[in-house]
């Protein structure tokens, strides 16, 4: 998980996994507002070497053109406000500051 995203759903793997099927050898990627995060993607262990073989060879090593390449399927995650949201500011530390003292939703 990304360090700088702290409010990711607590049941992520298991969004995940209910988009895909056990037998699938199908990347999974959450997906929120029309935006991938291979980041916090399943891969199943038969990615490890074209990964790394790819990962290698790159010049422009974006996950986004990789995962494109190889069998995929994005999981939509939708949450107010975006549960990916990434704490990269002073800003964006205090949107999450203030997110953090308000009352959790039941």
């Known amino acids: ?13 298991v969004r995940l996994l209910a988009a895909t099927r056990p037998e699938d050898d199908r990347i999974v990627v959450p997906r ?20 790394a073989h790819w990962l290698a060879e790159a010049q422009n090593p974006a996950m986004h053109r990789w995962i494109e390449s190889r069998p995929h399927v994005y999981a ?3 949450g107010d406000p975006d549960p990916f ?6 800003e964006d530390l205090v949107i999450a500051a203030r ?3 308000r009352p959790p939703e039941r």
């Open 1 to 13: 998980m990304a360090c700088d995203t702290p409010f990711f759903p607590r049941d992520l793997v």
């Open 99 to 101: 997110r953090l003292a």
């Open 32 to 51: 929120s507002g029309g935006r991938a995060h291979p980041v916090f993607g399943l891969f199943p262990i038969t990615c490890r070497d074209p990964l």
């Open 85 to 90: 949201f990434n704490v990269n500011t002073p």
């Open 76 to 78: 939509d995650i939708t």
